[in-house]
């Protein structure tokens, strides 16, 4: 375009001047950039809210979950006729745990021995009690806890000490151990042994609250033990539980797999799976009402802003700016008014969430992608908002805007 001679050529704004534009009607007009601001900051803060809160309440009943053995599988081997439990080959543990997904294994073999409070008692003292040889890590993988002393280790899993099961310490009249008495002892075949610990109820695996249990070494050199195992636990990546199970047979007994059985994947590892289904289902609904209520209170704001700075956006026309700057300006302070009150949503939504988990006990959880969705959602709804008012306001002619 040509005046006098002279060429006027369009200027463009650069970033830093159209966002300071942007800010003008934010600095002129603060409450009611504070009010816009804090409507988009509760929506925003209701996405974080009701991802995180239900995401620490999901990870609190995981974790329950968990403690129920979804991921711990038992094989044995099917009762001979007599209803007695056959021992495994005594190379299974080794042979389960060359498995993949496998991540740890631990066996347990009844002994067949007789157990008694003392020599002097009658041979019936411990009927309905078993004695029972397991590896050191065997509390662990069955999420076990003790109540009293301590359990196995990798020493005292060769000498002749016992952990007594919490329904076998009563049966036996023995009680918490205490630090400044001496231990007391148990009579186990002919050897006398050592209570070292006693097991809080194993919710996991009910047959150790009725057993004593020595280590394997102990139970090979003091009760004869042949070292062939009567139930392997075996804990797999959760994923593929399945998997493990189809193979598991094959790999403990390859000439006879059909005489091996293997627990079923418990309702527990069903349940969860389900959980996070639905978990997810309602993050997604409740995250788009927010959104949507938090675009009509932006797009409400900017369409009244418009209307009340008209002479405003005339005289900026008559001076020279261009549709395209004026739609610029109108649009910058869409998305900077729905930043502002996602930062603050964000924030907001991120303390309420810790603090109510924190309160109930739950892990504390603000997943990473609620706060990216809730800035990325803020800058969506500011865009999207802002396209009309700011159209709206660059279609304006100069004399009409500055009459009204």
Do not use: C
């Amino acid at each position: 375009m040509t005046t006098s001679g002279r060429v006027t050529r369009r200027v463009r704004l650069a970033p830093l001047d159209l966002l300071a534009l942007g800010l003008v009607g934010l600095r002129t007009r603060k409450l009611r950039a504070v009010l816009s601001a804090l409507g988009i900051s509760i929506g925003i803060a209701t996405i974080v809210v009701v991802t995180a809160i239900p995401a620490s309440s999901q990870r609190n009943l995981m974790r329950q979950l968990s403690a129920l053995g979804t991921d711990v599988l038992q094989v044995s081997s099917a009762p001979s006729g007599t209803g007695e439990a056959v021992a495994l080959p005594a190379e299974a543990p080794a042979m389960v745990a060359r498995i993949g997904p496998v991540r740890q294994v631990a066996a347990v073999a009844n002994t067949h021995t007789s157990l008694r409070r003392s020599d002097k008692t009658e041979a019936g003292d411990g009927a309905g009690l078993t004695v029972l040889a397991g590896s050191p890590n065997l509390l662990r993988l069955v999420r076990g806890q003790v109540r009293s002393g301590r359990f196995l280790d990798s020493a005292s899993a060769r000498l002749p000490v016992a952990v007594l099961g919490s329904a076998t310490a009563t049966r036996l009249g023995i009680g918490d151990l205490g630090r400044t008495e001496p231990p007391p002892q148990i009579f186990i075949g002919s050897q006398w042994y050592t209570v070292g610990g006693i097991l809080a109820p194993v919710a996991l695996s009910p047959d150790l609250d009725v057993a004593a249990i020595v280590g394997w070494e102990s139970a090979v050199t003091y009760l004869h033990f042949d070292g062939r195992p009567t139930v392997v636990y075996v804990q797999a990546y959760e994923p593929a539980v399945e998997q493990v199970r189809a193979v598991l047979p094959a790999t403990v007994d390859p000439a006879s797999p059909g005489q091996v059985r293997v627990s079923l994947p418990s309702d527990a590892l069903a349940a969860k799976r389900a959980t996070a289904d639905t978990f997810s289902a309602l993050f997604l609904g409740l995250a788009v009402v927010a959104l949507l209520v938090g675009g009509v209170g932006v797009a409400n704001t900017m369409v009244v802003s418009v209307l009340e700075r008209r002479s405003e956006i005339g005289l900026r026309r008559a001076l020279g700016a261009s549709r395209g700057q004026v739609r610029s300006q109108f649009l910058t302070e869409s998305v900077v008014l729905s930043m502002l009150g996602g930062l603050a949503g964000t924030a907001i939504g991120a303390a309420a969430s810790a603090g109510y988990a924190a309160h109930l006990g739950w892990p504390v959880v603000i997943p990473a992608g609620a706060t990216l969705a809730g800035l990325g959602g803020a800058a969506f709804i500011g865009v999207v908002a802002g396209v009309y008012p700011a159209a709206q306001a660059a279609r304006l002619p100069p004399t009409q805007a500055l009459a009204s």
